[in-house]
């Protein structure tokens, strides 16, 4: 079991949460029941406290697993139970059945509660930033969910830094509720979101989930440009924004990772998910382990951190701030290519 001083600070909260939290898009896709509710259990006996998860995750299946889950072994007080909202479900193909409007967040807040087998959802999250509509329609409908006990708090997905500002200052204004979280891509192959976007995090005083740590398994070594069946994964064979994420000149400079990670005697994996740790300003990284090993495999790093040298020369193989690979392609408005 983690021990206490390693948690930390969920923001401007009084929560606090496990250096290394728990994704589950995984689950039910292509992780089967069983194995989805094994990891869920050994994540919280590990002192993993924060589950993220997704009303759109497998169709809604990833909510249900964990929902049925937490009856089970009857903890879920134990736990911060993170969702999030924007994209249909059950195959409600209404005009009106995604985005951000306050009737589809009730609703989406109302289905996930149901799915999720619970009376409240501790940090309820944007799943993509709704550009078209005035945040003032989004912020009063988290607020009436707050109010009404179904949320503790929520926050968003992949902002823009001006996006975070006026949520901030907006909620002050308005005196309505606040976001206490922003969930980013970030890893060693990616880091834009140090220039402007963790700056604003740290002014609205924002925890930051930092999703896909690993690259897609770039910088563990999954991809090698001389053997086309690396490129087999899952993800990768999903296409669209996945496929575009690993390149030749991503796979190429993750392999300079790799050597550096075998010269200090690490896992790549390891050394890659201890780098976002222990980066300034991040709360935690979200690992979506595909099965239990994978999860065991992570599960002694919650402790661990990396020496200054060690940090030092990953930022000689991706400088702070700039980037060889575009996790924010999810991003409507993230309009600049890598070079």
Known sequence: ?????????????????????????NFANPTSDNESREILNY??????????????YADGKAEQIIGKTLQDNNRREDIILATKFYYPTSGRKGVNHRGASRKHIIKA????????????????????VAMDMELEEILSALTYLVRQGKIRYFGATTSP?????ESRLLSEFKNMAYAVSEQLPYNLLDRRVENE??????????????????????????????????????????????????????VTVAQQFVELAKEV???????????????????????????????KDIVPLMSKGLSKELMERCDQIVPPGSAVANFLNSAPWMKGKLI
């Open 109 to 128: 807040c109302e289905d996930s509660l149901k799915r999720l087998g619970t009376d409240y959802i501790d940090l309820y999250q944007m799943h993509r």
């Open 197 to 250: 976007i963790l700056p604003a995090c740290e002014w609205a005083n924002l925890a930051v989930f930092a999703w896909s740590p690993l690259a897609m398994g770039m910088l563990a070594g999954r991809y090698n440009n001389s053997d086309a069946a690396t490129f087999e994964t899952a993800r990768f064979q999903r296409g669209g924004i996945y496929a575009d994420r690993v390149t030749p000149k991503a």
């Open 1 to 25: 079991m983690l021990h206490y001083e390693f948690y930390r600070s969920l923001g401007r909260t009084g929560l606090k949460v496990s250096p290394i939290c728990l994704g589950t898009d």
């Open 161 to 165: 830094s001006w996006k975070i500002a």
């Open 265 to 295: 005697k690490m896992k790549p994996a390891h050394l890659a998910l201890l780098w976002v740790k222990e980066q300034p300003g991040i709360t935690a990284p979200l690992c979506g382990p595909r099965t239990l090993e994978q999860l």
């Open 43 to 56: 994540a919280m006996e590990q002192g993993i406290n924060l589950i993220d998860t997704s009303n759109s």
